[in-house]
């Protein structure tokens, strides 16, 4: 029974990093999600073309990929990363990428009234976009944001293949020093869902929260 | 290390040998995702509770946890319970499995999107289940969906790389192999980038042509 505990406690130490990456990895990707989402709105079309390459660049391949070629090509550029740093980095530009779209999709799905409101008002572009229209477009993105912060979550197990001790690495371990599979697996699948569920029931509270006063609002 | 394109040419072949494979869990894959995802949605409209809450669970357990960790469920733990599995075979219904979690929600969605009047009415009209189903329902609800599954079978695509993990030798795989034998990491990572790439490149044109063909599900 001791050295169950023993190999759960390394399961939950893995548990932390991956925790860590999740958190680290969404922040990355909610700055990313909105520099390339308003830089596709852009009035000037180089801003628009390279917030375009960018999207179409990290949507067409997959998290395993640019993680590998983060951490094993980018040394050879002279930029070497530590594991960590590699995984944050290829999941925060991954689905920054898909983040990305819901921001242009939310801003775009702000009726036409509203800009002409405030070019009537006489604010300025800045002010449209901070006083009126994100405001409006941020609880129309937060669904979609869950689904990208689980994804983000379930993308954490691929960093276990660049040697980062996260929760998937821990069970491997376990599972090369006892030989059993099944505890160590089940164990962790338990977790991730465990996480998975208190994400989406903390954006759920989030959007209940942000939603508050704008019924009747809202279309 | 500067880019060697006498290298690239020389490992080619292996790499293309890779890319069959890939292409060949993919479509495999899709097959699985297709008809298991009916069948996920079927039972959850099941009039029987325990099983369309019991798949329910499941299917929400699924979309939950990464690939990856059940990648390794089918393939090591298994096994131990007696049933051994190629590894091609146990990634297939891995990536197959997750999938139909996915396409379930497409299907569900298609069928519920058609209106209730086309039930009344096959109903008025004495149809049996079964003509209801093939020619009122299927035939209405199948086209809006077909973009939709396209964009997940895209993103299956995308995430076979994970299969290396559990030693099929598809793309990643072998780009991998010749990584670690030769120690250059910048031609066979940044080729496999480019294929998939190139790859879901087009796949995204293609499905604009598709978009364009069936009405989209969500308008």
Known sequence: MSVWSGYLSLILQGALVTIELTFMGSAL???????AGLARLSRFFAVRALATAYIEFFRGTSIFVQLFWVYFVLPFAGLTLTPLQAGVLALGLNVGAYGAEVVRGAVKAIGREQTEACIALNLSRFQRMRYIILPQALPL???????????LLKGTAVVSLISLTDMTFQAQVVRAQTGDTLIPFTTILLLYFLMAWAISTGMRWLEHRMTRGLDGVRV | MEWDWDFVWQIMPTLLEGFKITILATVLGAMVAGILGLA??????????????S?????????????????????????DIGIRLA????????????????????????????PRGQWEAAKAANLTERQTWIHVILPQAIPPMIPALANYFIAMFKETPLLSAITVL??????????????????????????????????????????????????
């Open chain 1, 29 to 35: 990707a909610l700055v990313v999600a909105f520099i």
């Open chain 1, 141 to 151: 993105m937060l669904p979609t944001f869950c689904n990208n912060a689980i994804e």
């Open chain 2, 40 to 53: 996920i949605a079927l039972a959850r409209r099941s009039s029987i509770a325990a099983l369309s809450r």
């Open chain 2, 55 to 79: 798949v329910g669970f499941f299917a929400e357990f699924i979309r939950g946890t990464p690939l990856l960790v059940q990648l390794y469920f089918i393939f090591y733990v298994l096994p």
């Open chain 2, 87 to 114: 590894p091609l075979v146990a990634g297939v219904i891995g990536i197959g499995l997750h999938y139909a979690t996915y396409t379930a929600e497409v299907y569900r969605a298609g069928i519920e999107n058609v």
């Open chain 2, 170 to 219: 598809e793309l990643m795989n072998q780009a991998k192999s010749i990584a670690n034998s030769n120690y250059r990491y910048i031609e066979p990572m940044t080729l496999v980038g480019v294929f998939f790439l190139v790859i879901s490149l087009i796949s995204v044109i293609g499905l604009r042509c598709l978009e364009e063909r069936y009405a989209r599900l969500d308008d």
